[in-house]
Each structure stands twice: as C-alpha cells, then as structure tokens.
C-alpha cells in the first residue's frame, strides 16, 4: 500500500509506516513496563500497539487536524489499555515514561533513518536544518535529558517506598461487610501493643478510617474522651458492649500520658509479593495525616511484617 503526494512526489507506504510504527510502539511500551515494574502482558501491549496505529491511518486518509488531535490523545489510551492500573499516579508515571521514551527513542530512530539516507528525504528541503537554528538540537537534547532525569530520580524514591509499603485490607464489622482498603508503610518506630491483648498496634489516620467504621464506634469519637484523665470509666458508662471492640492505648506524649484509642477489627488482611495473609492487630487511630502525599494512610508494626504479627 502506498500513498503519492505530487508536490514532492514522496511516496510514503503504508504497511512500511504500520510495521516501523507498530515495532517501536512495542518497544516503547515493552521498557516502559519493565522500567516502573509492572507485569508486561502481551495481550494488552498488542492493544496498545492496535491504537497506535490511529494517527498513522488518520495521516493517510483524514485531515491533518484529526491527525494533530489523534496524536495527543492516543497515548492516553495506549498506556490506559496496556497498564490497567487503578491508582492514578502510577497511570500518570507510566504516561511520563512511554512519552520521554518516545521523545528519546523516536529521536534517534528519526536521526539515524536520515544519517543513513535510507529514503533520501530527510534531507530534502522540507526536513533541512539552517545553521543558525542548530542551537535547537542540543536545546532539545538537554531538555529531553533533564526529564528523564527527575523521572528516574522519582523512579527509584517509588521503587524504595514499594519496599515497605504494604496493601491492607481491614474489616472493622460495619454494616454491609465494607471493607477498608488502605496503604501502609512499615515503621520500625512503632512499637505500641494493646495492652490486653498484646497484639501489635496499626496506626491509620481516624478520617480514613470513619467511613468502615461501625455507628457505635462512629458515634463514640464525637465524644470528648481526650478530656478525661482516664477514659475508661467513660467507655463503661457511655456503652460497656463497646469494651470488647475498643481499647485505650497509652503513650508517652511531651510532658505527659496520653491516650489512644484503639479498635480492635475482625479482620486484617497484609498483601505483600508473597501473596496475602491474616495479620492480628489491634488499630489506633491517629488525627494526623501520615503522608502528605497520600502515599500510605497507616504505620505498620515491625512484628507485622517479621512474622505476621501472631
């Protein structure tokens, strides 16, 4: 399949530009997975690679504008189609990598296809460089270096925080079974226990946890209990069936004990790349956020991670 323009008389073909194109669409996406490590999946890269071909087609048989527009938003869908994650910031890391990759891989292909004079165009008329506008290449070279600088930097800190951030899934016995799902990083510095029942202590930010809280325990943070010396005999008079879902961990505050309170789930499930497992925790609840941003809502004991927390 070829297409003739009569101007230049440039014959572009088809199949050639799908193959190249396809080829390097493949590539891209291939490094782009292997490079913020997430499954490469064949069957999606090929998707991938499908959609790409749209500008392509669109170059041959619509309007430029179409073209200019299919160019812009055909990555997107690329890396949504080859990289069904859930988070956004990690759909937004894979977009940044398969464009400095594309910038980057796609630039020397290009420079390379005309050094070699494979068509004897590039260096026709329309594709020429004046020698006042080389200062434009080692511009754009350093630009394009400066990214993927700060995007690798952003890699690495990411792949470090994979390390002992963990998955969480906690049952706390609300209506309707929901569930809390959360992110979790390990402290080694968190060495609070329940002090009934020994089990190691999760720390999760109280807003996060509200939701998948049961309306006894909702209704009971509205209570001033922090006002209280001793808040135990406040539990036993506001609602003694809460004594065996809540708990008041004691801790060392700046001049002072203090208090927090703790709930004690039917259920916490770790996620890790091993797989998933039971873990007994008992969960405090902290008023402050834990990451500003956003990356873990709850402080793990180490005891979780060593040996399950059992």
């Not at 088809?14 to 891209?28: K, T, W």
């Not at 994979?162 to 809390?180: S, T």
Request: net charge negative; charged share 20%; glycine share 8%.
């Amino acid at each position: 399949m070829e297409r003739m323009h009569l101007m230049g008389v440039v014959e572009t073909y088809l199949d050639l530009d799908i193959l190249i194109n396809g080829g390097m669409d493949a590539l891209i996406l291939t490094l782009t997975c292997r490079l913020i490590r997430l499954p490469v999946r064949p069957s999606r890269i090929l998707a991938g690679v499908i959609l790409g071909e749209i500008p392509v087609l669109l170059a041959c048989y619509s309007p430029p504008q179409w073209t200019t527009l299919s160019k812009v938003v055909i990555p997107f869908l690329m890396v949504g189609v080859a990289f069904p994650v859930r988070r956004l910031k990690i759909f937004f890391k894979a977009l940044v990598g398969f464009w400095l990759l594309s910038a980057g891989l796609g630039g020397f292909v290009y420079a390379l296809w005309g050094w070699v004079q494979f068509d004897n165009e590039l260096g026709g008329g329309l594709c020429s460089l004046a020698l006042n506008n080389l200062w434009v290449l080692p511009l754009v070279a350093a630009m394009w270096w400066l990214l993927q600088h700060l995007w690798q930097r952003w890699q690495e800190r990411n792949s470090v925080l994979e390390q002992i951030i963990y998955d969480l899934e906690i049952d706390f016995g609300g209506q309707e079974g929901e569930v809390l799902c959360i992110k979790a990083l390990l402290d080694t510095g968190n060495h609070l226990r329940d002090p009934l029942t020994g089990f190691p202590v999760i720390l999760l930010e109280e807003e996060v946890a509200a939701s998948a809280m049961p309306d006894n325990v909702r209704s009971f943070l509205t209570i001033p209990w922090k006002d209280y010396a001793d808040p135990w005999p406040l539990l036993w008079k506001v609602n003694p069936s809460l004594v065996k879902h809540l708990v008041f961990i004691p801790f060392q505050a700046i001049e002072r004990q203090s208090w927090l309170l703790g709930i004690r789930p039917e259920r916490v499930t770790c996620f890790d790349n091993k797989g998933s497992r039971q873990i007994q925790a008992t969960v405090a609840l902290v008023k402050q956020v834990l990451s500003s941003e956003g990356e873990y809502q709850a402080l793990l004991h180490p005891e979780h991670v060593q040996k399950g927390g059992d």
